[in-house]
């Protein structure tokens, strides 16, 4: 049996410890210290009158092995390493350290146990479909991270369309890569452990990241992140903030930035944009970012939404369940260079007119008919054009966006947040289609 991640040791002490006493329960350190390697958070209790002293020693000791992080929590003392641990490792260990301590020395231990306190509370399905109720909440092991990943605690994650549409089998039988799968993410938490090939992060550092559709993760306690896919998080930028930012924040920044040409600095020439389901995770973050540059916004939204589309920034808006919004018309009489299509079900016969003579549609959810028109218009060198966009995930465009909304130049709208606990419950929020912003699930 392999244990990976924390391991907690309790070590009770009966009897009074004096110093030679200490330097035996350092010995037991030491042994752990050189054979275990990982995150060790070990307790030693004894009667209160002798805890603080010996936790005071017990940290310089640590310090002196140079331990990672030693730190005292109320009377228990917390290290940590950085290297994988397995419980066979440990376990012959202990009793070892324990039997030896009790012959060699007078010092009577009551007990020198190892619980794997190792697990955490995730949400996982085990097969396709089910939706809201084929999530299960299960004890699973905290994850190690490998050379180059981070361990983190989890304070928020962000449900994206991506997640459920994956349970449904649209990406079978690529994704999920096995069964049962921890779906999420888009996640902000706290380092806890590092790999040893981390260079940028260390334990206690505040950030956000994206674990991959790939391997998922997000609705969990604890998570492991690529270095390469997580950034810092500024004291400023809340967790629920950060954790909205990067499939949606990411998207929208692809779609007009790469895919459209739009410089967020203002410079470069006036665009005149239609982004479809504005009110969505993707359609927030691009109405914002697109106001940024030098552009005319016109937007389609439901009805209740329509004053804060406006009060983002965007200069017309359109209630997509009337006729003029189906059209899709500006008010104005616009068209539109660019049009970030975040709605589905809207034929190219309704964008083609409202389009310029070089319009593009930068279709975010790629069907069969729109990849047929997509390969249409390129075989017939067509001006007018519909294009499918995929994130790519990039940590430098992640961070851009994160200190965006440090300054205050970007905001992630909440639509709703859910405990872990109640993590169905957000599940069935996102597949409903009619979130405004992001849903949260934070764990606790
Ligand atoms: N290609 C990629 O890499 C990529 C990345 C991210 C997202 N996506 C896709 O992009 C789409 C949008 O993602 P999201 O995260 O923004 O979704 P979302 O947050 O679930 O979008 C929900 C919002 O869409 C609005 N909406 C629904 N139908 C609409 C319509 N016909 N016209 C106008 N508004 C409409 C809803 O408004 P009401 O409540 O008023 O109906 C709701 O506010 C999804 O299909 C997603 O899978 C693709």
């Not at 079978?172 to 921890?182: N, S, V």
């Not at 400023?236 to 924040?249: K, Y």
């Not at 009110?279 to 552009?295: D, I």
Request: with cysteine.
């Amino acid at each position: 049996m392999e244990i990976e991640g924390f391991i907690h040791i309790v070590v009770e002490l009966q009897n009074k410890l004096e110093d030679e006493d200490f330097e035996l329960m350092t010995k037991v350190a030491r042994n752990m210290w050189l054979s275990t390697n990982s995150v060790i958070y070990g307790e030693m209790f004894s009667h209160p009158t002798q805890i603080k002293p010996v936790i005071m020693r017990a940290a310089i000791f640590a310090r002196e092995l140079r331990l990672q992080k030693v730190k005292l929590e109320g009377d228990a003392l917390c290290w940590s390493t950085n290297f994988p641990l397995t419980y066979i490792d440990l376990l012959p260990l202990l009793p070892l350290s324990a039997q030896s301590l009790c012959t060699e020395r007078p010092l009577t231990f009551s007990s020198v146990s190892m619980a794997a306190s190792n697990l955490m509370h995730a949400v996982q399905y085990d097969g396709y479909g089910g939706g809201s109720a084929g999530l299960k909440h299960v004890e699973v092991p905290v994850p190690t991270p490998k050379k180059d990943e981070l361990l983190l605690k989890l304070e928020a994650t962000s449900l994206n369309p991506i997640d459920w549409k994956v349970q449904k089998g649209i990406m079978r039988p690529l994704l999920p890569r096995k069964f049962p799968h921890i779906p999420g993410t888009d996640v902000a938490g706290e380092v806890v452990e590092v790999g040893p090939g981390v260079k940028s992060f260390k334990a206690g550092d505040k950030v956000l990241a994206n674990l991959g559709i790939a391997d998922g993760g997000g609705l969990a306690e604890f998570a492991v992140s690529k270095e390469k896919l997580t950034v810092a998080r500024p004291a400023e930028v809340s967790a629920a903030e950060a954790a909205g930012l990067p499939i949606a924040g990411l998207t929208a920044h692809q779609a007009l930035t790469q895919s459209a040409g739009i410089k967020l600095d203002g410079s470069g020439q006036q665009a005149n944009i239609l982004i479809t389901a504005a009110s969505g995770g993707v359609g927030l973050y691009a109405v914002q970012l697109a106001k940024l540059g030098n552009t005319h916004v016109t937007v389609t939204c439901g009805a209740r939404n329509i004053e804060l589309v406006k009060s983002l920034g965007a200069d017309e808006v359109l209630d997509y369940k009337t006729p003029e919004g189906a059209a899709l018309k500006s008010p104005s009489g616009r068209k539109y260079d660019f049009v970030i299509h975040g709605a589905t079900g809207i034929p190219w016969s309704t964008f083609e007119p409202n389009l310029s003579e070089k319009g593009k549609v930068f279709d975010l959810t790629p069907s069969l008919s729109s990849m047929a028109t997509f390969a249409l218009k390129k075989i017939t060198f067509s001006k007018k054009q519909l294009l499918p966009v995929f994130v790519n995930v990039k940590s430098e465009n992640l961070d851009y966006l994160v200190k965006l909304v440090k300054e205050g130049k970007l905001k992630t709208l909440i639509d709703s947040k859910h405990s872990l606990s109640k993590a169905e419950d957000a599940w069935a929020k996102s597949i409903d289609g009619h979130a405004t912003g992001k849903v949260i699930v934070e764990p606790f």
